[in-house]
């Protein structure tokens, strides 16, 4: 599967898939739509961004390209991390960029401060949406899977949109 940056500064630069996991990485289609509307609101420049469920960076990275501030990455698998940090090297990024390893649930509670946007992009299938989002420490968050997503107490959904197999939803606190 050949990933690149859509847009911005890094627009164009290939990025690497891990092999032999069951990634999914989000298609340019759905990351195009999801970033026009996060530039398009204006919450994106300057944003300190959090991608979770990281897997080659791509939302992150993508974000950092059409200009966020800073991205903390978490991911737990070693096949992915090191993706991740391969196309962190190849952007030219790494100074923006702070990678957690690890599993996001278990990681989120001790990550100091709070961030603009938060990235989630969990293997289809995850349910734990109210779980996850109440440990969010952000103030928007861009959900993405292959079911409606409901956010819970808290959050209002912003925007929902369907492409073909993938819900996104972009969701802030209430």
């Known amino acids: 599967m050949t990933l690149r940056i859509i847009a911005g500064v890094a627009r164009g630069r290939r990025l690497s898939v891990p092999e032999g996991l069951d990634v999914r990485p989000s298609t340019g289609r759905v990351r195009e739509a999801v970033f026009n509307s996060l530039c398009g609101s204006g919450c994106l420049e300057g944003a300190e961004v959090l991608d979770l469920f990281a ?4 939302l992150g990275l993508e974000a950092l390209s059409r200009g966020a501030a ?3 990455f978490v991911e737990r698998a070693r096949p992915a991390l090191a993706a991740l940090e391969a196309n962190i090297a190849a952007t030219g990024f790494g100074d923006r960029c702070r990678v957690v390893p690890g599993d996001v649930m278990e990681e989120l509670p001790g990550l100091p401060g ?3 946007v938060a990235l ?7 349910d734990a949406w109210p779980e996850l989002l109440a440990l969010i420490p952000a103030d928007l968050v861009m959900a993405e899977s292959d079911q409606p997503v409901v956010p819970g107490p808290g959050w209002v959904v912003i925007k929902q949109r369907r492409y073909a197999s993938t819900v996104v939803v972009i969701a802030g606190r209430r």
């Open 55 to 58: 897997g080659s960076g791509a």
């Open 70 to 72: 800073s991205v903390t």
């Open 114 to 116: 709070s961030y603009d």
């Open 120 to 126: 989630c992009d969990p293997p289809y299938r995850f």
